[in-house]
Nanobody, 118 residues
Framework: QVQLVESGGGLVQPGGSLRLSCAAS????????IGWIRQAPGKKREGVCC???????YCADSVKGRFTISRDNAKNTVYLQMNSLKSEDTATYYC????????????WGQGTQVTVSS
């Protein structure tokens, strides 16, 4: 069955970096877009970045220049490199499967917590 498993979250100081991983199984990764979304308590869910099946990538303005999404289809894994982290990046991060970037997602993982604090 389709599974998405996130890892790599943790506690980091402002200005620090983290790399999140999304391990996919049960489907052919290179046929789908994979996105990262985040949810903080009391805030709306926010799309962060998306990697489309044709190699295109998109990131929200709030993270552009700081976050980078990439994929390794051979390893069935999508990464989110997060640099220059800010306190407002604190959230639970989920990876999602989409037909194409911007489409409604049909599967998502259990999430990984990112906390940016001194």
């Amino acid at each position: 069955q389709v599974q998405l498993v996130e890892s790599g979250g943790g506690l980091v100081q402002p200005g620090g970096s983290l790399r999140l991983s999304c391990a996919a199984s049960g489907f052919t990764l290179d046929s789908y877009a994979i996105g990262w979304i985040r949810q903080a308590p009391g805030k709306k869910r926010e799309g962060v970045c998306c990697s489309s099946s044709d190699g295109s990538t998109y990131c929200a303005d709030s993270v552009k220049g700081r976050f980078t999404i990439s994929r390794d289809n051979a390893k069935n894994t999508v990464y989110l490199q997060m640099n220059s982290l800010k306190s407002e990046d604190t959230a639970t991060y989920y990876c999602t499967r989409e037909e194409f970037c911007g489409a409604e997602f049909d599967y998502w993982g259990q999430g990984t917590q990112v906390t940016v604090s001194s």
